[in-house]
């Protein structure tokens, strides 16, 4: 660890063991029906009853199905991140650039000046906050500033794709990523979502990174396949978010071109999640199974042959592939079938399967590659229960609730016993 | 002891390292002389390749290439090279060997100038310096007496309006103004050369290009087909797609569809991706893209059993004598320079520009293990006979020998080479 890093944790005023309370500042409260809830919810289930508070900035389109009622709560409506520009070119930037100045320098500063009073009423010793769009972004260093106590950061994904999905204008993405900069580095630990996330932040910003991926419970988990379940067959299966739209649409023109069949296998698609949207003017093997919960969501990936996990290729997106982690490839892992993941070799899910041995891996965008790859899967029983072994193990590991509570624990500066 | 400085000026290093001058700027490196590359694009690491290319030019390449798009215009308005003679490695050069110059970032204006002050080679890699617009005008024969009134403008280098006779004219003008001794890879490629009013005032040499024929050389067949992923017991069939205009690609499509064959086959091929996925799950697909790693490419290449070549214009065919040296039999169309370059029927199959006789040859190299293999010993035999770079090196080498002697520049014999 670099003396730097040392200085910077030694510094910060710590409160001893039980007696800390934390300020959880999030865009998405601890729920059950978003994947950054889901995430939340495990980690303040660890947490001892009255240690946590939580101001959470929602995004008032959302619906949220909050757990943990029990935690002091107060809610806000987040400003409109993706902000309408009613100008063509440079006027149109101009416009979203004076708008986001506005809720800089009013909306958010108002929700800071809130969120700091809720913390200092509940007694926090500390900042945790969910850094997750500009809002967030803001919001992290002008409450603990305003609380005048430490900040401790949690990322999901690096922001550049949350600014780029949201249209903000170049002159605003500059001085956001400088907030963003100035809340790592303040940040006296942070929660990385990937190893990668992890050693990256590090080095770049100098501050304490803990990966903190998203974990199940052990217990969930299925025993690993040994083989597929039908001989004259390939299900895969497609869980939660769809944000790789062109690996995507090039997996189903594969199956289109080989009349969907991979060797002598007729292929079933299976998708699970909030939203799906398909066309197409030849025959399609697509079944839409909708939102499930966990248990449920395992449950019916367990029953498939393969599992496909997409990341993008297009290098717009190479910060994203190379440190996000996807939530989807825990569950994946705890269903014990094996895991076909395609994308680019420098992703992050692509190195963490390559060094568990615990998935095919398919580097190409290429339809062929596709088929090929999914065709060795198909036709290698003992490659198949191989990568299905390896994945289970590779959960069991890494990314139970067990790991995530150690790391937690490590995050917030507590002992593993503190924790529940 | 002062060398000969030779300076290859092309557009770009690696791709295409084998015909683009970075391999004989290598060779020639290795034999003595001092040698220079000077590429538009580099992407490699030699340290004596330089990159023409800035930032700032390469914006200004993209502006000047639609303004000469929208003006009918080509390779006449780039300034990027009119600054050579200010250039350390121009200036030290005893003589300049062009290369690719009509990719867009040379312009033809500044040849008279540039071959005046130094004494120049230029390789010519298909007919465009001899036509109005197009890189092969297949069986249009006005860029014999001028151009004009062209019957395809949309062949490569596409034009928007008729400008091929002004063109023309253009390239006539500046080349009577220029000393250059121009190399042609092939025969066919050199009788063009004669019949070409453009080329009347440079002197021409027949040189075909060379491949390091102990790298392209046989190996393990099946090992390498098992490294791709391939049945044992698959006929492997190698070909380019590319969907430009003279490849083939389209025959290539045909063929297949039409093959009614009961012999599981593998189509390994290079360059673009996607052509052939109407055949997932009829015929195995393998699509390596562009290899940039000689060592891999040809170990795909000892992984086929045949190579498809079936351009429809061809003004050398480089891919088809790097599959003979690793003693693969090629099926090539007549009416292009491939018959001749593969020596065809002892090297390669030729037939003529029709599916059922592309049909028909494949058939008979799928079916027929033989035959495949006495070919490709021939092809084999043929390719190391004619084409190894070594070769290809002394005839270059002849070539500036007799260049810088004509122009009174040549390094006397104490001075030559070691």
């Known amino acids: ?420 | 002891m002062t060398q000969s400085s030779i300076l290859q000026v092309g557009s770009t290093d690696e791709e295409g390292a084998r015909f683009n001058g970075q391999d004989l700027h290598k060779q020639l490196k290795a034999r003595g002389y001092q040698s220079h590359h000077l590429v538009w694009l580099k992407t490699g690491n030699d340290p004596d390749t330089t990159q023409i290319q800035t930032e700032k030019s390469a914006r200004l390449q993209q502006k000047i290439r639609r303004i000469e798009y929208n003006s009918n215009l080509q390779s006449l308005l780039y300034p990027f090279v009119l600054d050579f003679p200010m250039r350390r490695q121009f200036q030290q050069a005893d003589l300049v060997h062009y290369h690719l110059i009509h990719t867009g970032y040379f312009s033809l204006g500044a040849l008279p100038m540039l071959t005046r002050m130094k004494p120049s080679v230029w390789t010519l890699h298909d007919p465009w310096a001899m036509t109005g617009h197009c890189v092969h005008p297949f069986a249009c024969e006005r860029w014999k007496i001028g151009c004009g009134a062209c019957p395809d403008l949309n062949i490569l280098f596409p034009l928007q309006k008729d400008n091929t006779a002004f063109l023309w004219k253009v390239k006539k003008h500046l080349y009577q103004a220029s000393r250059i001794d121009i190399v042609l890879a092939s025969k066919w490629m050199m009788k063009m050369a004669e019949e070409s009013p453009l080329m009347s005032n440079f002197r021409l040499h027949h040189i075909p290009f060379g491949i390091d024929t102990t790298i392209f050389c046989p190996g393990d067949t099946e090992a390498c087909k098992e490294k791709l992923g391939i049945p044992k017991g698959n006929v492997v069939v190698g070909l380019r797609a590319n969907a430009n205009d003279f490849k083939g690609l389209d025959y290539i499509q045909k063929a297949f569809d039409h093959l009614d064959i009961d012999i599981p086959i593998t189509i390994l091929a290079y360059n673009q991706k996607g052509h052939f996925d109407k055949f997932l799950g009829r015929y195995q697909i393998i699509e390596v893209g562009w290899l940039k790693e000689t060592s891999i490419f040809v170990e795909t290449l000892r992984a086929c059993d045949l190579f498809l070549m079936p351009s429809t214009a061809e003004s050398f065919g480089m891919m088809a004598i790097e599959s003979m040296a690793c003693g693969k039999p090629s099926i090539v169309f007549e009416g292009t320079a491939l018959p001749e370059v593969t020596f065809a029927p002892n090297g390669a199959l030729a037939v003529a520009p029709r599916v059922d006789e592309l049909v028909s040859a494949m058939k008979h190299l799928l079916v027929d293990a033989r035959a495949r293999q006495a070919l490709g010993a021939e092809a084999r035999n043929i390719a190391v006979q004619n084409y190894d770079f070594s070769l290809h090196v002394d005839r270059m080498e002849r070539l500036y020998e007799k260049a810088l002697n004509d122009s009174g520049k040549v390094k006397s014999a104490a001075q030559k080479p070691v």
Not at chain 1, 51 to 77: A, G, M, Y
Not at chain 1, 121 to 144: E, F, P, Y
Request: aromatic share 10%; net charge positive; hydrophobic share 40%.
């Open chain 1, 1 to 420: 660890m670099p003396s730097e890093l040392k200085e910077k944790t030694l510094d910060a005023p710590e409160v001893k063991g039980k007696s800390k309370k934390f300020l959880l500042l999030t865009d998405i409260p601890p729920c059950r029906n978003f994947t950054a809830g889901l995430v939340l919810d495990q980690l303040c289930s660890f947490l001892p009853e009255g240690s946590i508070s939580c101001f959470t900035v929602l995004n008032r389109e959302l619906d949220p199905e909050v757990t943990h009622k029990e935690i002091n709560s107060v809610t806000v409506s987040k400003p409109k991140e993706h902000k309408p520009r009613h100008f063509p070119g440079r006027l149109g930037a101009l416009e979203s650039f004076l708008a986001e100045k506005y809720t800089d320098k009013v909306t958010v500063s108002r929700i800071a000046r809130q969120a700091a009073e809720f913390g200092k009423k509940s007694g926090a010793d500390a900042v945790w906050c969910v850094v997750q769009g500009q809002t967030m972004i803001r919001l992290a260093n002008q409450v603990a500033d305003l609380m005048n106590v430490p900040l401790l950061t949690q990322v999901w994904d690096p922001p550049t794709w949350w600014l780029r999905a949201n249209k903000v204008d170049s002159w605003s993405q500059k001085l956001i990523l400088a907030d963003f900069a100035s809340a790592m580095s303040k940040s006296q630990r942070l929660a990385a979502a990937s190893w990668a996330m992890a050693e990256n932040y590090e080095r770049l910003y100098g501050c304490r990174a803990i990966p903190v991926i998203p974990s199940l419970d052990a217990a969930l988990a299925k025993a690993p396949a040994t083989k597929m379940n039908r001989d004259d067959e390939l299900t895969i299966g497609m869980a939660g978010q769809l944000y790789s739209a062109a690996e995507w649409e090039n997996l189903l023109l594969t199956f289109k071109h080989a009349n969907w069949k991979i060797g002598n296998r007729h292929v079933k698609v299976k998708v699970l999640g909030r939203n799906l949207s398909l066309s197409s003017n030849t025959p399609m093997n697509v079944e839409y199974l909708g939102w499930r919960n966990q248990a449920e969501t395992i449950e019916v990936l367990s029953q498939l042959d393969v599992l496909y996990c997409a990341y993008w290729f297009d290098p717009v997106f190479k910060e994203e592939a190379s440190l996000s982690f996807p939530s989807k490839l825990t569950t994946y892992l705890a269903a014990g079938r094996p895991v076909f993941f395609h994308g680019p070799e420098y992703a992050s899910p692509a190195k963490f399967l390559k060094q568990h041995n615990a998935g095919a891996l398919c580097h190409d965008l290429a339809r062929s590659s596709i088929y090929n790859e999914l065709e060795k899967l198909a036709s290698n029983p003992d490659l198949y229960k191989q990568l299905a072994e390896n994945g289970s193990k590779a959960f069991h590991e890494h990314l139970t609730l067990s790991t995530m509570r150690k790391n937690f624990a490590e995050f917030l500066s507590l002992r593993s016993e503190d924790l529940k």
